[in-house]
């Protein structure tokens, strides 16, 4: 049994975890105000794998803690051509909009915010974003995931191409 769970731990060992957003909302009761919270965390590692999850809690850590374990389970791959994205993109969810586009060896991340921190954990080192729309960190990740869930490389559309 203790073989399992620490290959477990050897395949989260690498993640890394970044808390984009923390929101508090009240809720105003006959004894007072209540308070909850829920955190919007990035976890990746910037091998081409990465998600986001939000956590509700009563206190900010369980929140943290909640999503960070769903970041961890729902990691997704991301099509790259060495340290930047094959081509440009754009990704939508509701409101939020997000520009991506490749860049040069040595750009780095031109990136605000909640892009920032998906295209760092993700291991794209090299890529130009501009985040339009609204600036609600939620949606602008949901964007960003968006877009990089339409990423295909050249390889991948010539064999579209071929099969019609």
Same mark, same amino acid.
Not at 47 to 75: F, P, T, W
Not at 97 to 119: D, M
Not at 121 to 144: E, F, H, Q, W, Y
């Given at each position: 049994?203790?073989?399992?769970?620490?290959?477990?731990?050897?395949?989260?060992?690498?993640?890394?975890?970044?808390?984009?957003?923390?929101?508090?909302?009240?809720? !105003?009761?006959?004894?007072?105000?209540?308070?909850?919270?829920?955190?919007?965390?990035?976890?990746?590692?910037?091998?081409?794998?990465?998600?986001?999850?939000?956590?509700?809690?009563?206190?900010?850590?369980? !929140?943290?803690?909640?999503?960070?374990?769903?970041?961890?389970?729902?990691?997704?791959?991301?099509?790259?051509?060495?340290?930047?994205?094959?081509?440009?993109?754009?990704?939508?969810?509701?409101?939020?909009?997000?520009?991506?586009?490749? !860049?040069?060896?040595?750009?780095?991340?031109?990136?605000?915010?909640?892009?920032?921190?998906?295209?760092?954990?993700?291991?794209?080192?090299?890529?130009?974003?501009?985040?339009?729309?609204?600036?609600?960190?939620?949606?602008?990740?949901?964007?960003?995931?968006?877009?990089?869930?339409?990423?295909?490389?050249?390889?991948?559309?010539? !064999?579209?191409?071929?099969?019609?």
């Amino acid at each position: 049994m203790a073989a399992p769970n620490k290959q477990d731990k050897d395949e989260f060992s690498d993640i890394e975890e970044r808390v984009v957003d923390i929101n508090r909302s009240c809720k !105003a009761t006959k004894g007072g105000r209540n308070f909850s919270f829920s955190a919007l965390v990035v976890a990746g590692d910037r091998k081409g794998r990465v998600g986001y999850s939000i956590g509700k809690s009563n206190e900010v850590a369980d !929140a943290i803690r909640k999503a960070s374990e769903g970041a961890r389970k729902d990691m997704h791959l991301v099509q790259m051509k060495g340290d930047t994205i094959p081509h440009e993109i754009i990704g939508d969810f509701c409101g939020g909009k997000v520009k991506l586009r490749p !860049a040069s060896p040595g750009t780095g991340v031109i990136a605000g915010g909640a892009v920032r921190a998906v295209l760092e954990l993700s291991g794209i080192r090299d890529v130009l974003a501009k985040s339009l729309g609204c600036g609600n960190p939620a949606n602008v990740t949901k964007a960003t995931f968006q877009a990089l869930e339409q990423l295909r490389s050249r390889e991948q559309i010539m !064999a579209l191409r071929r099969a019609e």
